[in-house]
DNA sequence: AATGAATGAGTCTTCATTCAT
DNA sequence: GATGAATGAAGACTCATTCAT
């Protein structure tokens, strides 16, 4: 493995490290130590791979951003009718709480995250929903919904599904069929029939 | 004005400055002596009113979800249908963006939040939920929602209005257009024709 | 009863509460609203009477010293040998158990008197002790004990008493025997054969 | 060096620097800042080595309380009377001022002990005195004094050379004189000829 | 004169960050 | 590169003292 994979996967293991302990914990009650101890490094070496506490809120939150544009991107690609889009969003959102936990948090206290950059992301966001409008209003899906409610719709039944995740105890919930339900109730509330 | 008046007085003082600081800020990131200057008291004056910084969350928390408890039920008795309560909920929401605000928070970190208080305050919502599903489903409206989707699903448009009005600069928002649309969604999404 | 007499009432009455919680308290840890209410009165009332918390200590230390003087000058006069004046001091250890602690206190930690004033007052007790020894050594009671020697031994006598009185529970002490004990020890101690 | 014997190096740094901070201050006037001061290191790593300012003063009165059993174990094996045991107590708190203020203050404001370590303590100090007791009874040394007021007298005696110590300016005494003087007065209380 | 609400100086304690090994 | 001991800035909280009523 050469110099640089190495390097990768330790700064890997620490982002890895701190999305779990950012699970169950605030960004100010986790502590930089505890984020070393889950991975098996010293706090020191955090500081080898980033360059401050809110550096690695920042990468993690990064990631989680282009991997779910990414998605949903190729979504978009795929999917014949909005409906579909929005029916595998919410599937990823039921099926990666911890990306959407990420994301939340970042919606509530933007203020630990940098914030051109929250605003950049924003704007990424902001973007993609515009087109996903675009084309429900072209295939004649969206009628009466302006594009900037649709947006706010759409991240708000993200939250709810994300929500009702963290409310209930994983194990007693029915996957499949909380899915098909919030999947009916955002599409029945957007597409006009 | 009498003694006990001056008292609540001052103790309101402080809890609207805290709220007001908090809206902006995390409580990790909001400083007693920040929410005591702007309240324009001295730092001790705090601790006269509140015994910890918690205890102030706590009491803001506690009296947001008792002005929220009590409106919801004054709704419900008023209402004919779910649809007009939904829509109520709505525009109370979008009137009372702080409010949401510090609900909102509570669900992300719960852990600021003393946890059998949470918990209690938690069965009460979802108590009055299941009985704003019964008379859904009594009165036909709703027909194919389980009750656990239906208060995750109404929690989820509470937060899609709270994110709006968060990401739009309220002087841009024309906010009786906003309701209307949220309302729709809610009602199309969650009432089948 | 006269204006100046209420005012020593006052006074006698807050001395009294700070005595009886410097009983079970360290001065530091005693707070000035704790001696307040103990005398019944409002935290500003003391502040007309004692001109700081150091104050209230100050005058009980001195008062206690007073009386201790004043006490020991009246026990030279009438007794016979040293023996008896050390007898009567130890009775009077053993049964103003308070009175020794206070003054315990202050050679521990004389930081908290103010130092010319403790210094003074060191001078005082020394030079009783001084006039004791010297009746000691005229009658021939003590013979070979230098005066330095003298005084502290005394002290330690006296503390030794307090010591005895603060381990045990004063319910299961026979103080008569307890003082005849001491007694003996003392006198058997200083008072060569 | 090790690196164990490195860490108990400045565990003992910071312990000594307490104890000599605490040798002309009260317990709640020595502020941990001073202490790290005097030690030459950081606040900061006070905490590092204990877990709370209350804390240091533990280990201070554990390692002080358990030197002095060892001596007093070690002397009582060696010693043939005990005039000859009590003689050496007191060369010892003579020669070791600040161990017997470090006790003496335990016994003053036990508060700041945890309670039970002191409890323990006591009884672990009490029945050395129980041991030395009885050996007097059977060598017939002691006679006519009871065990609790063997303890207590042997603590006062204690006091008193320690006082005398803190009293005087240590260049002024004659510390061989001292003990002699100090040994006579005790033994010949205690033990009836 | 008496009060107690208001105050802020002073403390302990935490934790992100640095740096010598 | 990796480490964790050392650090001090920052923050919650206490309490003696003041002062308006």
Redesign the interface.
């Known amino acids: 493995m050469s110099k640089n994979a190495e390097q990768d996967d330790k700064k890997t293991l620490i982002l890895n490290s701190a999305e779990y302990i950012f699970q169950s914990?605030?960004?100010?009650?986790a502590t930089v130590e505890e984020i070393a101890k889950k991975a098996g490094v010293g706090k020191g070496t955090i500081y080898q791979y980033f360059s401050s506490k809110q550096d690695i809120l920042q990468e993690l939150y990064q990631k989680g951003k282009d991997e779910y544009i990414k998605r949903v991107n190729e979504l978009m690609e795929t999917a014949e009718t909005i409906a579909e889009v929005i029916g595998e969003i919410i599937s990823f959102h039921i099926d990666n709480v911890s990306c959407s936990r990420i994301m939340?948090?970042s919606?509530?206290?933007s203020?630990?995250i940098n914030h051109s950059q929250f605003e950049s992301s924003?704007h990424e966001i902001e973007h993609i929903m515009e087109i996903m409008w675009q084309k429900g209003v072209k295939s004649g899906e969206i009628k009466?919904?302006?594009q900037?409610?649709f947006a706010?719709?759409?991240?708000?039944?993200?939250?709810?599904?994300m929500?009702?995740m963290?409310?209930?105890k994983p194990q007693l919930i029915d996957t499949e069929?909380?899915k098909a339900?919030?999947k009916?109730?955002?599409i029945?509330?957007?597409c006009?029939?």
Do not use: N, P, T, W
């Open positions: 914990k605030d960004y100010h009650q939340l948090r919606v509530m206290h203020g630990d924003k009466d919904i302006s900037e409610v706010s719709y759409l991240i708000g039944i993200m939250m709810s599904a929500v009702h963290v409310m209930h069929k909380v339900e919030f009916q109730l955002a029945r509330g957007l006009a029939k």
